[in-house]
């Protein structure tokens, strides 16, 4: 079943590197993407390999994808974000050592104050949105630290 879902993702990646090949990233509406068309291009694909690698369940693959995105175009898109949340909350779940947790729940922490940092104006889901769900996950992973989740 493991091996279906490997060729099931590669079926739709090439795909989708298939149809984008197709797009012109140098369109002024790419631009958040990157500066270049080939970064632009390549940063859309990253973005698509995070949301189907998410979809897999494959987290390790997407963190790495969420990695690069982060890294290079913070402020693309609110979905890699989003996206980020997911794996971390996912690898908390499958954390092996309590060490291991922990450093997966700052991580996830991080990726909402990475949020707040690049979104916080936004209409619908603003500051102070994103606060409540910091605080909300910092109170489910830790609920004995009462003045973090206060900060």
């Given at each position: 079943m493991k091996s279906f879902?490997?060729?099931l993702s590669a079926a739709f990646t090439m795909l989708a590197v298939a149809s984008m090949a197709q797009q012109d990233?140098?369109?002024p509406r790419f631009a958040r993407w990157g500066d270049t068309p080939?970064?632009?291009q390549?940063?859309?694909e990253y973005s698509n390999f995070l949301k189907e690698q998410i979809q897999s369940k494959n987290y390790n693959h997407a963190a790495y994808y969420f990695q690069q995105l982060v890294n290079d175009r913070p402020t693309a898109t609110?979905?890699?974000y989003k996206?980020?949340?997911i794996i971390y909350r996912n690898k908390i779940a499958r954390a092996q050592s309590m060490a291991e947790k922990n450093a997966m729940v700052d991580s996830l922490l991080m990726v909402y104050d990475l949020r707040v940092e690049h979104f916080c104006d936004a209409a619908k889901e603003g500051k102070a949105y994103i606060l409540d769900r910091k605080a909300r996950e910092h109170l489910t992973y830790r609920e004995s630290d009462r003045e973090g989740i206060r900060k």
């Open positions: 879902k490997i060729l990233f140098s369109d080939e970064q632009r390549r940063n859309i609110v979905n890699i996206y980020g949340a």
